[in-house]
């Protein structure tokens, strides 16, 4: 089933995809050429291992370089949807689970999610358990290792 969705993403995950790509290209991918260039230099490249996994690292680069073109030229950029008060992309939200271990999170497309900088999707289960939600609200979260119940206690 097709879609004519476009993918979202967050001004500062835009920025970050575009620093990523701005480094591939830039430092990158010129460090990859030059010692591609040192390895041919050193004479027959056919039996030359390393020769042949600084080019394969050299297209994966390359790959990722369109890959990220691709995803900025077709993405929305959403400063924050949703209600006011209301969980919507964007937005920063604590929760305070049953045991009572408090964590935040900011609600991104599926792009920029990186949990150890505390970016959950909206696709997820938690992320999309929170949609549409307001502080003081209880969400219960179904996921593979069970059921959490959260308790959202500020939505910024």
Do not use: C
């Not at 004479?43 to 690292?57: I, L, Q, R």
């Amino acid at each position: 089933m097709a879609t004519d969705e476009r993918a979202k993403l967050t001004p500062a995950g835009k920025v970050d995809l575009e620093g990523e790509r701005d480094l591939l290209r830039s430092v990158k991918r010129p460090q990859l050429l030059a010692r591609i260039q040192e390895l041919s230099a050193d004479g027959d490249v056919s039996d030359n291992s390393e020769y042949e996994d600084v080019k394969e690292e050299l297209v994966q680069l390359d790959s990722r370089i369109r890959e990220i073109d691709q995803f900025l030229a077709t993405a929305e950029i959403v400063e924050r949807a949703g209600a006011p008060g209301a969980v919507g992309f964007g937005s920063i939200v604590t929760l305070v689970d049953d045991e009572g271990v408090e964590e935040t999170w900011t609600i991104v497309g599926p792009q920029e999610t990186n949990p150890r900088q505390g970016r959950i999707s909206d696709v997820s289960p938690v992320g999309a358990a929170l949609l549409g939600k307001h502080a003081g609200d209880s969400v219960i979260v179904s996921a593979p290792g069970g059921q959490t119940v959260y308790l959202i206690k500020s939505v910024q």
